[in-house]
């Protein structure tokens, strides 16, 4: 008899943690670099020892995880019949010489019960490492450096908004595919090289006629900085999420056009106000943000602002409505481009005009992060914290302003979002400096 073990989804750099570590029966490290490649192999391999010894021969496939998609999943049945083929999910905690052959350990099997094989030959399912995760692969001058953004937060892949532009890196007019983005087969790397192909060709287009690839595919404009007031604090440049800014030796920052995607971060991280757009900019919001009428003479009656980035948080409370949701009507809601491009000063602003509250509504970050301008929700939570202090210096709480993660989807969760805050600041009661 000839049996042969298949041990699924062990990347041969991982390979000593996961069978010697003690408690590594459930490790999944290697999850990133396995697909439906790995899994299809493995029933293939166990297919090519039936067929070459069809009376005796068996095959054990142990696996963590088990991707037979689409039309593969009836190849994979097929074998699950074979009496010769054993397959099971379960973590293979030891592999040692054992006589002329070897011996499997497997425990946390999908029966319950460990599992000691003797088997003549074992190989082992090997990962798809992205050629990144070595190598900067692209050689860009950014001031970041040559490679893609936060490939160890990927993983080696490189980076992706995932959720919304599956194929957008960070660097402008680079589209990922394939394996360097996920591991994938090859059916799935066609199709993803299509979609990105059609991205580029957008990408070419928008530079021909000079406007912004999406989200804001219809902006023509570009950022304006007043360098005469610049201190050369390298916020904007160290904050754009695009590397649209470098910067001269003294700290000045020399935008690069064409890697604009005009998200505002830059905007929204410029302490002295200097940087905007024609048609969005600290003055334009600031208008609105006076514009809004703030009663002064009822306890009753006080004033919230509400600043919601139209990409993910505007088209959810717009759905909101539509189901017929409603709210507080003591909020006054202004749209933004990303809640990057928030310049706290709007929220000082805000504040001193006597409002009661400032809420921030804006996409989910963090490691599945859905900003569509990949920082700028996050930047703009971490930039509370100066807004926070700054409420304290004036003898305010800090509560009065609050961000809020909120996907398109969450619709639902608009009404209890305001209204919670809206309760909150109602309870706090009137800003001290109202009327002032
Ligand atoms: S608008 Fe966005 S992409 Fe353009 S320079 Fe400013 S931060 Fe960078
Ligand atoms: S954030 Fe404003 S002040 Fe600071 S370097 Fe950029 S433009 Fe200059």
Known sequence: MYAFSLIQEIHPALLKDAVMSPGGTDDDADFPYASAVT???ALKQARYVREDQPEDGRAYVFYQHMRSVGQYEYFYKALQDDPGIFLTKGAVTEVKAEGDGLNVTVENTILGEDINVDVDLVVLGTGMVPTTRDE???????RQGPAFRDLDLFGGYCDSNFICFPYETRRTGIYAAGGVRRCMTIEEAMEDATGAALKAIQSVVAAEEGHAVHPRTWDFDYPDFYFQRCTQCKRCTEECPFGALDD????TPKPNPTRCRRCGTCMGACPERIIGFKDYNIDVVGSMIKAVEVPDDDE???RMICFVCENDAYPALENA???GLSWSPLVRIIPVRCLGSVNVSWI??????GMDGALLLGCKFGDEYQCHFVKGSELANRRMDNVAESLQSLGMEAERVRLVEIAIDEYDKVP???NSFVDDVLEMGPNPFKGW
């Open 348 to 353: 000082k602003d805000a504040m001193s005009s």
């Open 248 to 251: 001269d030796e003294k700290g």
């Open 136 to 142: 900067a692969v692209v050689n860009l001058a950014y």
């Open 300 to 302: 009753d009656k006080l």
């Open 416 to 418: 209890e979002i305001i």
């Open 321 to 323: 409505a539509r189901k």
């Open 39 to 41: 899994s299809l192999v």
